[in-house]
């Protein structure tokens, strides 16, 4: 029944966020150890006091998650915030991973592919979309055609989600890979037939320009067909965002990153996210030592009645 005055709840985040950053930093760095993750980034509205009105910056957001091919590593997200979508902070971010970094389109990401140490999956849905928008306005054949195409590839990925990674290989190989080589030269085909100023040469153009890294997943069966993993992870960010309307500053910007990661590593892991802030920041605040910061990540904690237990 006490009344708080919002800047000292404001506070009181600020300072559980300092205490959590190097937690935050071990999550990040224990992700990037993964052969493979998703990137992807969404605005952060902060305060700009000097101009009276707000700047925008960037959320960027890393995420693992191998269940749907049956690997034990356990999911997680870091979010890191930047004043900028610059290649740059990427390239930062993520230095010293080594692996398969699946992404949209955003042409920074293949700053990391240029030097060699990482290779690009691009995602098929945002393939589709243009593709959807185009049949949704009214009648597109080409359109419409390609949207099917598509589908069939995600119907192959339905039967074998949490197959083992070799398994998904091998049935891509069978079955995927004919769709796919049927659907390079058919696109090539309708390109040439349609003005390569319409919004269908577009989608189409989009396509064929990132084929290599659309196809990737055929050869390997950690890779998906999509970022939607990393998409769902940015999702509570964006509604939070409606709620808080802008951060009231860098420093809060990166506090919100440093909880946002904690909170929504838990849900994907199934701990209770209040449960666990309380008593990972009892556990700095009684000295915990930094060189056992593995026992404080989400995943060490017991799922949600357990954990509601403990706390």
């Known amino acids: ?11 009181w985040v600020g300072r559980a966020a300092f205490l ?27 305060l700009d006091p000097g101009r009276g009105r707000t700047k925008t910056g960037q959320l960027w957001a890393y995420a693992r998650d191998d269940r749907p091919w049956g690997g034990t590593d356990p999911p997680g997200v870091a979010y ?33 592919a240029r030097r060699g140490e990482v ?31 598509i589908a069939a590839l995600y119907r192959i990925e ?24 049927a659907m390079e030269p058919w696109l090539r085909e309708k390109l040439s037939l349609v003005s390569q100023k319409s919004k269908l040469a577009e989608a189409i153009r989009y396509a064929l320009t990132r084929w290599a890294g659309l196809t990737l997943f055929l050869d390997d069966g950690r890779v998906e067909l999509d970022t939607n993993v990393v998409e769902r992870a940015i999702r509570p960010l ?16 990166e506090h919100w990153a440093v909880i946002a990661s904690l909170v929504e590593t838990c849900k994907l892991n199934g701990v209770e996210p209040q449960a666990y ?3 990972v920041i009892s556990r700095i605040v009684s000295g915990h030592p930094q ?12 799922t949600t009645p357990a954990l509601r237990a403990v706390a």
């Open 238 to 253: 964006a509604l939070n965002r409606k709620n808080a309307l802008f951060a009231g500053s860098d420093g809060g910007a």
């Open 80 to 112: 890191v915030y930047a004043p900028d979508r610059t290649a740059h902070r990427p390239t930062v971010h993520l230095a010293g991973f080594r692996g398969v970094l699946q992404v949209d389109g955003y042409e920074g990401y293949k700053v990391l």
């Open 20 to 46: 959590l950053r190097p937690v935050h930093q071990r999550l990040l760095d224990k992700l990037k150890a993964s052969p493979k993750l998703f990137a992807d980034e969404t605005t952060a509205p902060v």
């Open 158 to 181: 339905a039967e074998i989600r949490g197959r083992s990674a070799e398994e998904r290989r091998s049935v891509r190989q069978a079955r995927s890979r004919p769709l796919v080589e």
């Open 119 to 149: 290779q690009l999956a691009l995602c098929w849905s945002h393939v589709r979309r243009p593709f959807y928008e185009l049949a949704s306005g009214g009648a597109a054949p080409i359109a419409t055609e390609a949207l099917s195409r």
């Open 277 to 279: 802030l309380a008593d």
């Open 1 to 11: 029944g006490v009344s708080l005055d919002r800047s000292t709840l404001a506070d």
């Open 291 to 302: 060189s056992r910061l593995d026992e404080l990540l989400p995943w060490a904690y017991p």
